[in-house]
């Protein structure tokens, strides 16, 4: 399969979740007007892909492509789905599929208003850590566990 045709079978899967959520929406009283983006808009990073849901010619690559799967093709028409063309780059669902550069990751976390900061440690926080990491042959303290795992390693003691 293409990925082309894989995008192409992603979107129609996509247009409908996106139907869906119009249809609850409304059903719960929200006005079409104060949905933003009416119609939904589907960001998809394969120009072949978006090609093809724009425009329902028929393609010689794509005849096994049946009935069903050619919903978001329909939607389209219909004008209850607008699909756009984005640059892998700008893609932020790849944060979630894709190991990315740390640049780009903190740039798509600041985008969705997720932290980015490392957290701050136990004592600037005034917590004081009550584990204690002892070993039970020797009866000596450690303060990590992986540091209590090294010794315990390294004396061939049981752990």
């Known amino acids: ?7 192409y079978l992603s979107g129609t899967q996509a247009t409908k979740e996106a139907i869906w959520l119009q249809q609850f929406l409304a059903a719960i009283g929200v006005r ?5 983006g009416y119609p939904a808009w589907l960001y998809g990073d394969n120009q072949s892909a978006n090609a093809l849901a724009n425009n329902p010619e028929y393609h010689s690559k794509t005849k096994h ?3 069903r799967q050619r919903f978001i093709t329909e939607m389209v028409e219909q004008g209850a789905v607008t699909v756009i063309y984005m640059p892998t780059k700008d893609m932020i669902a790849d944060m979630l599929t894709k190991a990315l550069p740390q640049g780009q990751y903190r740039k798509f976390m600041r985008v969705l208003g997720l ?6 440690s136990l004592e600037v926080l005034g917590i004081v850590q009550i584990v204690e990491y002892k070993c039970r042959q020797c009866e000596e ?4 566990r992986n540091a209590l795992f090294k010794h315990l390693k390294k ?4 752990q």
């Open 32 to 36: 079409k007007e104060t949905l933003y």
């Open 115 to 120: 932290r980015t900061e490392k957290p701050p």
């Open 141 to 144: 303290e450690f303060k990590t």
């Open 65 to 67: 492509i049946h009935g």
């Open 1 to 7: 399969m293409s990925t082309a045709e894989a995008e």
């Open 155 to 158: 004396q061939k003691h049981e």
